[in-house]
C-alpha cells in the first residue's frame, strides 16, 4: 500500500491528480511541489480573460489555499524539482530530497524562446501568470506597436487582446496560413477573416529575421525585409516539454516522459500526465502528446488510479479537445484535423460558422467548430470516441 505520494508539477494535470488522490480515499502523506510561486492557477485564461481584464487572478485559482489545507496536501510552491533518482525513489529539490513510493510527473511544458530574441526588453513569451502580468501591463500601458510572432492558438489569442486595447496589432506567422499545426489552411480561414475584420494585420508565410533596438525592442524585421514598428513583442512559436531536470534519471523522455497506455513511465510507480506526458493512444496507436487542458485534466485523474490501483490500471484513451475564443468567437478542435476526408456538417469556410468532420476513410477521426452550435460540436466529438464509420456519419447527416 501506497504511504507517500509525490506529484510535481503543481498547475492543471498535477492539482487533477491530487483530487483524485483524496477522492480515491488515499490518505498517506500527499506532496505537491510547483516551480511557480503562484497558488496554482488555470493557464487558458492568460490569453484570453485575464489579459483583457475579464478576470482577475482570484478567478483563475484551480483551488482556494484553505482547500489544500483541507486535503491535508504538502504544498511546495516556488520549488523546483532538480533531478529524479527512481532507483533510490526520491526527486532532488535542490538541497534535499523528498522520497516516494509514488510519484506523478506533471511539469507540462515551456515557451519556446529563439534564441538572440530575449536580450531586449519589451519581449515577452506566455506562459506563466507572471508573463501575463507583464504583457497586460505593457498593453494597458498603451504600447501602441504591438508584434505578435507566430499565429497558434495563443498567438491569435494575444493579437485579440491587443485590439481590446485599441494597439495596431501585426501577427506574424511563418507558415503559409496560421493554425497550421491544428487545422489545414482552408479551416482557418474564418480565423484569418475573423483578425482581419478587427483590425489585426495578419502576415503568413515570413519569419522574423531579427528583432532591433537598443535596450527596448522598436522594431521587428521580417525575413522579406519588412521592417514593422514594435513597442511590445509577444513570441508565441509553441512550447517544449519540461522535462530537462529527468536528464540523468534513467527515464525513457524523446519529446516528452515516454510513457504505457496507463501513463506509467518507464520507472515503476512513476506515472507522467498532461504536457509533459508521451503516451501511445490505445484506440489509433499514435504516439501522442497533447498540450490541452482537457488532456491534462483527465490525464491527471488517470493516472492517479492507475497508481493507487496498478492491477486494475486503465489505458487512458481520451481524444485530443481544444478550444480557442477569439473575439468572442470560439473556434474547436476535437481528434485530429489533418485527416483524408472532409465533410461540413453545416455552414462552411466562408461563412459566418462551420462543422467540419473528418475522415481517414474508414472512421471519424476529428472535428472543428468555428462558432457553431456546442450541442452539435459535441455530438460530432462523440463520433470521434465511439470510432464512427465514415460513410454511416456521413449517411446520418445527409
Ligand atoms: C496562455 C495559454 C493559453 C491556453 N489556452 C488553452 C485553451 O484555450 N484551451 C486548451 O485546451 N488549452 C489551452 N492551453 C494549454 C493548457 O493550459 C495546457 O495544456 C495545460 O495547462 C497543461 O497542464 P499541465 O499541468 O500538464 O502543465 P502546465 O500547465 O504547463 O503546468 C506545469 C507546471 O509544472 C511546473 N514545473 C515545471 N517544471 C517543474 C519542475 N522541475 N519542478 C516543479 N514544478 C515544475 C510549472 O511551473 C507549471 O506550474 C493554454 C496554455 C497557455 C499557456
Redesign the pocket.
Given at each position: 500500500m501506497l504511504t507517500d505520494i509525490v506529484v510535481?508539477?503543481?498547475?492543471?494535470?498535477?492539482v487533477e491528480a491530487v483530487l483524485a488522490l483524496r477522492g480515491a480515499g488515499y490518505d498517506g502523506r500527499l506532496t505537491l511541489?510547483?516551480?511557480?510561486h503562484e497558488l496554482?492557477y488555470?493557464?487558458?485564461p492568460?490569453?484570453?480573460e485575464l489579459l483583457t481584464g475579464e478576470m482577475a487572478e482570484d478567478d483563475i485559482r484551480l483551488l482556494p489555499a484553505e482547500e489544500f489545507e483541507d486535503l491535508d496536501v504538502d504544498l511546495r510552491l516556488g520549488?523546483?524539482?532538480?533531478a529524479l533518482d527512481p532507483a533510490e525513489r526520491k526527486v532532488d529539490i535542490g538541497g534535499s530530497d523528498v522520497p516516494y513510493d509514488g510519484l506523478v510527473i506533471?511539469?507540462?511544458?515551456?515557451a519556446v524562446r529563439p534564441r538572440g530574441w530575449f536580450g531586449l526588453d519589451g519581449v515577452h513569451t506566455?506562459?506563466?501568470l507572471d508573463d501575463?502580468r507583464r504583457v497586460r501591463a505593457a498593453m494597458a500601458q498603451g504600447r501602441p506597436s504591438v508584434v505578435v510572432v507566430g499565429a497558434g492558438?495563443?498567438g491569435c489569442?494575444i493579437a485579440a487582446a491587443a485590439r481590446h486595447f485599441g494597439l495596431d496589432v501585426t501577427l506574424v506567422e511563418a507558415a503559409a496560413s496560421p493554425l497550421l499545426r491544428a487545422v489545414p489552411s482552408e479551416l482557418a480561414a474564418p480565423v484569418v477573416r475573423l483578425q482581419r475584420a478587427n483590425g489585426v494585420r495578419v502576415v503568413c508565410g515570413v519569419g522574423v529575421a531579427r528583432l532591433l533596438g537598443s535596450l527596448r525592442v522598436d522594431k521587428v524585421e521580417l525575413t522579406d525585409g519588412t521592417v514593422l514598428d514594435a513597442d511590445l513583442v509577444v513570441v508565441g512559436v509553441g512550447a517544449v516539454p519540461?522535462t530537462g531536470?529527468l536528464d540523468g534519471s534513467g527515464l525513457s523522455v524523446d519529446d516528452g516522459v515516454i510513457t504505457d497506455a496507463t501513463l506509467q513511465t518507464t520507472a515503476p510507480g512513476v506515472y507522467a500526465?498532461?504536457?509533459?506526458a508521451r503516451w501511445p493512444h490505445p484506440t489509433t496507436g499514435d504516439s501522442l502528446r497533447?498540450?490541452?487542458?482537457?488532456?491534462?485534466r483527465e490525464q491527471?485523474r488517470q493516472a492517479a488510479l492507475n497508481l493507487l490501483d496498478p492491477q486494475a490500471a486503465q489505458p487512458y484513451t481520451g481524444v485530443p479537445?481544444?478550444?480557442?475564443?477569439q473575439f468572442g468567437e470560439r473556434f474547436q478542435l476535437a481528434g485530429t484535423a489533418h485527416a483524408k476526408h472532409l465533410h461540413f456538417l453545416d455552414g462552411g469556410p466562408a461563412e459566418e460558422s462551420y462543422l467540419a468532420l473528418l475522415g481517414d476513410g474508414e472512421a471519424v477521426v476529428g472535428a472543428v467548430g468555428f462558432n457553431g452550435s456546442p450541442r452539435q460540436f459535441n455530438r460530432a466529438r462523440r463520433l470521434i470516441t465511439q470510432g464512427t464509420p465514415w460513410a454511416e456519419a456521413i449517411a446520418q447527416h445527409q
Open positions: 510535481v508539477g503543481a498547475s492543471v494535470a498535477g511541489i510547483g516551480a511557480d496554482p488555470n493557464p487558458t492568460l490569453s484570453k520549488t523546483a524539482a532538480r506533471a511539469t507540462g511544458s515551456r506566455l506562459r506563466a501575463a492558438f495563443i489569442e519540461a531536470w500526465v498532461g504536457d509533459a497533447v498540450e490541452h487542458w482537457t488532456n491534462a491527471g479537445y481544444v478550444w480557442s475564443d
